[in-house]
């Protein structure tokens, strides 16, 4: 592997295109991962609930979307939307590859979320309901300000890695045509009639993302450790 090759390759016009498709893996990433973390907490208040129709609501979406691939999950819901608004509303639609990959990974991640979230508010002490209840407070109350408040610093941690996940499954939306930092890769592969120097590109920007976010996420643990 010549150094002139790879200077052919990586461009400041070609690293510039990499660093944007980098932008929108962060970017849907992000998107999905307050997408899935407002799912989640729905889905696990659902499944906490005395009402056996939320629990079963609740449930049924977590074991579909934890137990089907999510590459199928934004197939479907990529290409069944246009039939379905075609069918249903007598017009067709082009779906945004974005707006759908950034739902769909949202929707799978919101999933297993649920049960993060339900497993940091059951670890709270039951005693804080039991005071909060002989205070007057409602359970909506109880949950605003005494319980989520506990369980969101417990969930900081998780909450970070799970964002690392999320950055990696952007990945799968170039199967879609949304051009985040694996397709760019692969378009310029496919300019160059050369794997190695692109995809290698793509390696080290995704280990630069996750390092940061990684060490981020261990300056946050001590932190609350010393807090504690």
């Excluded at 950034?102 to 005693?127: P, W």
């Excluded at 995704?206 to 981020?216: E, H, K, Q």
Aim: net charge positive; aromatic share 10%.
């Amino acid at each position: 592997m010549s150094a002139a090759l790879i200077q052919k390759i990586l461009t400041p016009e070609n690293l510039e295109f990499m660093i944007k498709g980098a932008g929108y893996s962060l970017a849907i990433a992000i998107c999905a991962l307050l997408g899935g973390s407002v799912l989640g907490l729905l889905a696990a208040a659902a499944k906490m609930s005395h009402f056996r129709i939320l629990r079963a609501i609740s449930n049924v979406y977590c074991e579909v979307f934890r137990g089907t691939p999510m590459l199928l999950q934004i197939m479907l819901l990529y290409l069944a939307g246009p039939v379905l608004t075609k069918t249903l509303l007598d017009f067709v639609y082009t779906p945004n590859p974005y707006v759908v990959g950034a739902v769909a990974i949202a929707i799978n991640s919101g999933a297993y979320e649920t049960e993060l979230f339900r497993s940091v508010i059951q670890a709270v002490d039951k005693g804080q309901w039991e005071a909060s209840h002989t205070i007057g407070l409602t359970y909506i109350q109880t949950m605003r300000y005494v319980i989520l408040p506990q369980a969101f610093r417990r969930v900081i941690p998780p909450f970070i890695n799970e964002f690392i996940v999320l950055i990696k499954d952007s990945s799968l939306l170039s199967t879609i045509g949304a051009i985040e930092l694996l397709r760019s890769a692969q378009i310029l592969t496919s300019n160059y009639y050369n794997f190695f120097v692109p995809y290698t590109a793509a390696a080290v920007m995704y280990l630069v993302m996750t390092v940061t976010i990684s060490n981020l996420a261990r300056s946050v643990e001590r932190r609350l450790a010393e807090s504690d």
